[in-house]
């Protein structure tokens, strides 16, 4: 099947990929956008889990220190290439997180990290108060209550 400049214009613009991986996924779908964009999303996919074991050696290092040091943070971001360390908005990113870092004032990095002991006081504080509740709704109370906590007390907590 051949494939016209079109589909390959269409097809870029709705994914943003390059012109040589459009054209291969075209091929692969016989036409079929639908099908092209889905081999691509597949494509990245495999693309991302074989970037995932590269050494990122370059980097940027930010520091925030606050009022007169009474908080100081150091973050090191990563990347693969130093023309990326370099940039302005890499610089910037750093620098950001720094700052998220130190505003947030986190005890953990993640949960993981937070002593069994504060997850069991934490859960008897966000009990109280839920008496004459069903066990249900007591146990989604306590799970919120105690995820909140946690998100405070640790840097970073993804939502998932």
Known sequence: MDITLDQIKSLRKATGAGVTNVKEALEHSKGDMDKAIEYLREKGIAKAAKRADKQADNGFIAHYIHGEGTIAVLVELNSETDFTARNESFRELAHNIALHIAASKPEYISREEVPAELV????????????????????????????????????????T
């Open 120 to 159: 069991e006081k934490e859960s008897a504080l966000a009990k109280q108060g839920t008496e004459g509740k069903p066990e249900n709704v007591v146990e989604k109370i306590v799970a919120g209550r105690l995820d909140k906590s946690t998100k405070r007390l640790c840097c970073w907590i993804r939502s």
